[in-house]
C-alpha cells in the first residue's frame, strides 16, 4: 500500500510523460478531475506538452458548473473547452436501464477521443479515484474499454488524498461536494424526459441556494423524496412550507424527507 507522498510521485510520473503526448481530462469542474487538471498543468509547465480541461454540457448533468469549471481552469492555465452532448439522442439510455451508466459513459467518452484525436492530444483521462471502485459504477468499464485512463485511481488515491492535495494546491473546488448524474433521481426503466430532468435540477438548485450542501430529489411517480445530510434536516424543516410550495409549483404532488439522509447510489437498492 502506497502512503500519500509515494502516490504524489506517482501521479507526477503518469503526467510527466502524458502532458508531453498532449492530455485531455474530463473535467466536471468538481474535486477530483480540478486535482487532476492542476496535477497536469504544472507538469506542463515543467516540461512543455498541451493539457485540455473538457467539460460535457448535457441533458443529463446539472448545468451550474461551467462557471465553476472555467474558473478552475484559469487558475491552473489549461485550455478549456465545452462539449455539447445530447445524451437522450442516444437510444440505449431513453428508458433507464439498468446499464445506462454503462451506455452513457461510452457514448459520451468517444466525443471526448474524438475531441482529443481533433486537438492531436494522444492521452484522454478522467478523474475516478480508488474509492469510486467501491461503489456500483458500471460506468468504469465503459471506461477502461475506450482506453481512457484513471491516474489518480492507478495511483492509488482514495478521496481523502484527492481533497488533501487539491488544498495543498489551493484548488478552489477542494471542498466542493460531488455531484452526479440527473438519471440516478429516476428508478430504473422510467423513460428519461428533458422535462422531468429540468423539473429535478431547478428544485435541487433551489435547495443548494437554501443553503443545502448535498442534495438529491429522488422521484417516485408524484412523490419527490429529498435526500440531505443528516445534520441539515432541522434547516429543512424550519424552511418546509417554503419548500413544499417551491417543489410543488415544479410538478411534484408529494414532498418526503428521507430520513436516512443521503446515500449515493440509494436508487440501486432492492426492495
Known amino acids: 500500500m502506497y502512503d500519500y507522498m509515494d502516490k504524489k510521485e506517482k501521479l507526477e510520473e503518469f503526467l510527466q510523460d502524458a502532458v508531453k503526448k498532449g492530455v485531455c481530462v474530463a473535467f466536471s469542474g468538481g474535486v477530483d478531475s480540478s486535482l487532476l487538471l492542476a496535477a497536469a498543468c504544472r507538469e506542463q509547465k515543467r516540461s512543455g506538452g498541451t493539457v485540455f480541461g473538457v467539460m460535457f454540457d448535457t441533458f443529463l448533468h446539472t448545468k451550474g458548473d461551467e462557471e465553476a469549471a472555467r474558473r478552475v481552469s484559469a487558475e491552473c492555465g489549461a485550455d478549456f473547452a465545452v462539449l455539447p452532448v445530447n445524451e437522450l439522442d442516444n437510444p440505449a439510455i431513453l428508458d433507464n436501464p439498468v446499464d445506462r451508466c454503462y451506455q452513457c459513459k461510452r ?73 452526479s448524474c440527473l438519471a440516478t433521481r429516476l428508478p430504473y426503466g422510467e423513460r428519461l424526459d428533458a422535462g422531468i430532468l429540468e423539473r429535478i435540477a431547478q428544485g435541487e438548485e433551489y435547495l443548494t441556494e437554501l443553503g443545502f450542501e448535498t442534495v438529491r430529489i429522488r422521484v417516485h411517480g408524484p412523490v419527490a423524496r429529498v435526500e440531505l445530510l443528516p445534520e441539515q434536516f432541522s434547516l429543512f424543516l424550519n424552511l418546509r412550507e417554503d419548500i413544499a410550495a417551491r417543489l410543488k409549483e415544479l410538478g411534484f404532488l408529494y414532498i418526503t424527507l428521507d430520513a436516512e439522509g443521503f446515500r449515493s447510489g440509494s436508487m440501486d437498492l432492492k426492495g
Open 107 to 179: 457514448f459520451l467518452y468517444a466525443r471526448l477521443k474524438e475531441f482529443a484525436a481533433e486537438h492531436e492530444c494522444a492521452v484522454v483521462v478522467d478523474g475516478t479515484n480508488a474509492d469510486d471502485l467501491k461503489a456500483y459504477r458500471p460506468g468504469l468499464k465503459a471506461v477502461s474499454e475506450l482506453g481512457i485512463l484513471s491516474p489518480l485511481k492507478e495511483a492509488g488515491f482514495t478521496k481523502e488524498d484527492v481533497r488533501r492535495m487539491a488544498e495543498e494546491f489551493g484548488i478552489s473546488a477542494a471542498g466542493k461536494p460531488s455531484n
